[in-house]
């Protein structure tokens, strides 16, 4: 966004200090953890909000929208991206279920479960259009899924570009996990297993994966 719009001023948030070295000088990188403060900016301050990814982090996630609605001007965009944790499979045959991938819906179901353990809700995704509709401040709201394949099995070349970029994810995702099934209290053993499993339907799949993502959009009352 920084480079196609060279005017605008472009400011990431982060909790982890993971940020590019090499960025256009209208972009800038800050350190914050929005499940615990207030972001340091005035009222009005932003034109477009943009949150992605976030809400497996984030205890009070309608004390968020407040936040996002207090920083945006009258008439500001928030765009609002997250997955839904549920993993669908496409049916290539009528005897297609989630027998044919029971590691990988394991490990999601349990991620589900250690999640509200820790008192965050997996619903957020789906709901995140009536949570913006209640604080009552945001008008035009709209919202999409976007069903997204996991893996090489998908025939377009564009829509098997984004099928491998997902699989990538889900790659590195699936390892990184594990400090937090620890930290909530599974066994070692456990943990091990359940990556184990899932791997093996990520790598060996017998069934066509995919996944949703859940998309909102909607601008701040005037």
Request: glycine share 4%.
């Amino acid at each position: 966004m920084a480079d196609e719009f060279p005017r605008a001023e472009v400011i990431g948030i982060d909790l982890a200090p993971i940020q590019p070295r090499d960025v256009p000088p209208n972009c800038t990188f800050e350190l914050c953890d929005l499940d615990q403060q207030s972001i340091p900016y005035p009222d009005g301050y932003f034109d477009l909000i943009h949150a992605r990814s976030m809400f497996m982090g984030i205890h009070n996630y309608p004390r968020l929208l407040r936040e996002v609605s207090r920083l945006l001007r009258p008439g500001g965009l928030v765009i609002l991206i997250e997955p839904n944790l549920t993993p669908n499979i496409v049916p290539s045959s009528p005897s297609s279920s989630q027998h044919d991938a029971s590691g990988w819906f394991t490990f999601w179901e349990t991620y589900h479960t250690c999640l509200r353990r820790q008192r965050i809700d997996p619903t957020i995704p789906q709901r995140m259009a009536d949570l913006l509709y209640a604080t009552g401040t945001f008008e035009n709201i709209a919202k999409r899924e976007g069903n997204i394949p996991v893996g090489s099995w998908p025939r377009d070349p564009v829509i098997l570009t984004v099928g491998q970029l997902q699989w990538m994810d889900y790659e590195l995702l699936l390892p990184a996990l594990r400090p937090f099934f620890l930290t909530v209290g599974l066994p070692e053993t456990k943990v091990r297993s359940l990556i184990a499993d899932a791997q093996h339907d990520l790598y060996h799949p017998s069934v066509q994966l995919s996944c949703v993502i859940n998309i909102v959009h909607a601008s701040k009352r005037l």
